[in-house]
C-alpha cells in the first residue's frame, strides 16, 4: 500500500473536489481549515473543518464540525483525514471536534480514527425566521453525531465580548 500524505488546503481546492466527488453534498461557504490527502502526488481526498452549523451545538470557538469529507474511494484516506482534523483541532484549542454522517453509513473511517458515537441527530429541514425552506441540495434525512472531545467545554458564559478581551481571558 502506499503511503498516504496529509496537507494543508485552501478551500477553493477542497470545494472543488467535493463539487466532482461528494455523493451528496454541495461545496461549502466557509471553513476554519481544510486539509487534503494525497498519494504519489495525487489528491485523494479533503475534510473541510468549520464552525458547527446547528446553532446549540457549541460555542465556535469551542467546537470545530467536520462539514464535509469527501474521497475518491482510496484505502484509509476517510481515517487518515478525520484523524489529522482532529489533531489539527486539539492544536487549535478546540474542546471537542464533530461530524454528522447519515443513519445509513456505518462510520467505519470515525471508528478507526478514534471518534465516539453519540447517537442520532437532527433529520429534516430547518427554516429561515421568515419561514422560507432552506437549502434543498443536501440529505434531510436522520442523521448520527460522532466526536472527540480533548478537554471539557467552558461553561456557557457572554460571548459578546471583544476578540481581544476573549483571548485575554483564554490566555489567563
Request: contains cysteine; positive net charge.
Amino acid at each position: 500500500m502506499k503511503a498516504l500524505v496529509i496537507r494543508p488546503c485552501e478551500l477553493v481546492t477542497a470545494n472543488a473536489f467535493v463539487a466532482e466527488h461528494h455523493r451528496h453534498h454541495q461545496p461549502v461557504q466557509g471553513h476554519r481549515f481544510s486539509l487534503s490527502c494525497w498519494v504519489d502526488e495525487r489528491l485523494a481526498g479533503v475534510v473541510i473543518v468549520g464552525r458547527p452549523v446547528a446553532r446549540l451545538a457549541g460555542h465556535p470557538l469551542e467546537v470545530a464540525e467536520v462539514t464535509r469529507l469527501c474521497t475518491d474511494g482510496t484505502s484509509n484516506a476517510c481515517s487518515a483525514l478525520y484523524g489529522a482534523a482532529a489533531r489539527v483541532a486539539r492544536e487549535m484549542g478546540f474542546a471537542r471536534i464533530q461530524t454528522y454522517i447519515l443513519d445509513e453509513e456505518v462510520g467505519t473511517s470515525l471508528k478507526a480514527s478514534g471518534w465516539v458515537c453519540e447517537g442520532d441527530a437532527g433529520g429534516g429541514q430547518w427554516k429561515h425566521t421568515d419561514g422560507k425552506a432552506r437549502r434543498t441540495d443536501q440529505p434531510i434525512t436522520r442523521k448520527q453525531r460522532w466526536a472527540r472531545t480533548f478537554r471539557p467545554m467552558e461553561p456557557l458564559r457572554d460571548w459578546t465580548s471583544t476578540p481581544v478581551e476573549h483571548e485575554q481571558a483564554v490566555l489567563l
